[in-house]
């Protein structure tokens, strides 16, 4: 296998075998072919390790990792950035799917512009069922931008692998054990200096599960407005209007989680922006 030029990196844990395998064949029908892929297991006690290993380890563009305990998906990205060997860094969930061109899109922004550390797109809302809607993303966010929340969607971001070294990858603290690793990087990369853009198409098939927001625990909102906090504070864009947004989660996480389902997706998909609560 020649050095590939994207390392794709993938963290599971007790996945839906169904939505796995689209998630993984979307990357085998890339129309760029210069990648291999690195999927960690973290600590599923579904067999999926077993399942991945028995489907994906002959092809030698693939390399299953395993966690014996659950870590996390910060800390298990942070494993598979360190097996890596690409030029780039790519992303995917293990429920979503990339539409065929986007690494070939992808790349050729960050090899045209030398001056960007990361690339994402707009993405199409998937219910399990059908697409419900876009996200569309701000073309060429500011730090600013950063207050009301993520300006990239994370799994269809690419990077470059040199930016995330510089800021020592994703962090592994407990604000952002889940799920505000993304939000936390991404803040992290633009106080660097570094900054990205978003495609004006849809480059991936965004799986959003209603239940999911059901279990989502008030405890992940305290941590976000934690990383809120120091992102914002590490840009320069804490006081004073920062506030507002460092509290934000608090008062978002109060609301039914069935009425913020609705509200969420009326607010991004009318308004045609991303604008997550």
């Not at 794709?8 to 029908?29: D, K, P, Q, W």
């Given at each position: 296998m020649t050095q590939?030029?994207?390392?794709?990196?993938?963290?599971?844990?007790?996945?839906?075998?169904?939505?796995?395998?689209?998630?993984?064949?979307?990357?085998?029908?890339q129309t760029y072919s210069n990648w291999e892929f690195i999927i960690c297991d973290d600590g599923?006690?579904?067999?999926?390790?077993?399942?991945?290993?028995?489907k994906y380890l002959h092809d030698n563009r693939?390399?299953?990792?395993?966690?014996?305990?659950?870590?996390?998906?910060?800390?298990?990205?942070n494993k598979c950035i360190f097996c890596s060997h690409g030029k780039y860094i790519a992303r995917m969930d293990d429920d979503d799917y990339s539409y065929p061109d986007r690494f070939f899109k992808e790349i050729s922004v960050l090899e045209q512009d030398a001056n960007l550390a990361l690339v994402s797109s707009s993405t199409d809302i998937f219910d399990g069922t059908k697409i419900i809607g876009i996200n569309k993303s701000l073309p060429n966010p500011q730090k600013k931008d950063f207050l009301w929340g993520s300006c990239f969607v994370h799994p269809v971001t690419m990077f470059r692998k040199s930016a995330l070294l510089a800021v020592n990858n994703y962090r592994t603290q407990w604000i952002t054990k889940r799920p505000a690793e993304d939000y936390d990087l991404f803040m992290r990369l633009y106080s660097a200096g570094y900054r990205g853009i978003n495609i004006q198409e849809s480059l991936l098939r965004y799986y959003v599960n209603p239940q999911a927001m059901k279990k989502r625990k008030y405890i992940f909102r305290v941590e976000e407005a934690f990383t809120r906090f120091y992102g914002f504070k590490d840009m320069g864009v804490l006081f004073p209007i920062g506030w507002i947004y460092v509290f934000k989660p608090l008062f978002v996480g109060l609301i039914p989680s069935k009425m913020l389902f609705l509200l969420q997706k009326k607010i991004t998909f009318s308004n045609n922006k991303n604008v997550g609560i």
């Open positions: 590939p030029m994207v390392s794709v990196i993938m963290g599971t844990f007790n996945s839906n075998f169904h939505r796995l395998e689209i998630a993984i064949e979307s990357i085998l029908y599923s006690t579904n067999g999926t390790y077993e399942w991945l290993c028995e693939f390399m299953i990792l395993q966690n014996t305990t659950n870590q996390h998906l910060a800390a298990t990205l």
